[in-house]
């Protein structure tokens, strides 16, 4: 069955210091790769997506992620993170030509300490 | 850019009773909504497909006599809870995507049932 598998349910950083938040998939052929935000109460805001090409996808608020077919990854990355940058994060994967359908990670909680 | 809106953000109401809320997409056409519910602390799971001018695609276990759907124009599609019990209490966000471009989903801000 498809699935998006989000290791880590809780990470916390220092403000200023790099972040990676994982993200793997199972699916049969390479899904269309996203990453949302969810602020507390909020619903979600797309911060990059990879369809295809450059296997490093930049997004917006400094984010990028890097495709890596051998590894079935979609990892998130920041060089350095602010304190506003404390959210929940969802990795999703989509069907190829498919019905638009996105199936969720379980997310990551991002911490971030002064 | 484009923008979904949802309504209400919050609703409380009593056991029994029907809630409606409203998914628009404002500056783009949609055939296609998506209609998804999150429990605390959880992640998105897809509730039903709602296509513009015909019936919904609900998911395996989404009971589709409680959760109704209708999708009557290109910018609106609603949802309408009927006989709220506690268990329904839950955080309901909707998708939406521009059907003249390969656009990815864009989301409302959810909204938050209770039911007491």
């Known amino acids: 069955a498809q699935s998006v598998t989000q290791p880590d349910i809780h990470i916390t950083v220092s403000e200023g210091a790099s972040l990676e938040l994982r993200c793997n998939y199972s699916?049969?052929?390479?899904?269309?790769l996203f990453w949302y935000v969810q602020s507390p109460g909020q619903g979600l805001q797309l911060l990059l997506k990879?369809?295809?090409?450059?296997?490093l996808v930049q997004g917006i608020k400094g984010f990028e992620a890097e495709f890596k077919r051998s590894q079935s990854s979609f990892n998130l990355r920041k060089p350095s993170v602010h304190w506003s940058d404390a959210a929940e994060y969802f990795c999703?994967?989509?069907?190829?030509?498919?019905?638009?359908?996105?199936?969720f990670g379980k997310g990551t909680k991002l911490t971030v300490n002064p | 850019g484009a923008v979904v809106s949802q309504h209400p953000s919050w609703v409380i109401c009593k056991s029994g009773t029907s809630v409606k809320i409203e998914c628009r997409s404002l500056?783009?056409?949609?055939?296609?909504m998506f209609w998804y519910r999150q429990f605390p602390k959880q992640s998105l799971m897809l509730m039903a497909t709602?296509?513009?001018?015909?019936?919904?695609?609900?998911e395996q276990g989404v009971e589709k006599d409680k959760f109704l759907i209708n999708h009557a124009s290109l910018t609106l599609s609603t949802l309408t809870v009927t006989s709220a019990h506690p268990e329904d209490s839950s955080f309901y966000i909707c998708?939406?995507?521009?059907?003249?471009?390969?656009?990815?989903?864009?989301f409302g801000n959810g909204t938050r049932l209770t039911v007491t």
């Open positions: 998708s939406a995507a521009d059907s003249t471009v390969n656009s990815p989903l864009h």
């Open positions: 699916y049969g052929a390479t899904p269309y």
């Open positions: 990879y369809f295809s090409g450059d296997t």
């Open positions: 999703a994967a989509e069907e190829r030509g498919g019905s638009e359908k996105l199936v």
């Open positions: 500056d783009f056409q949609a055939t296609t």
């Open positions: 709602s296509n513009e001018g015909s019936k919904a695609t609900y």
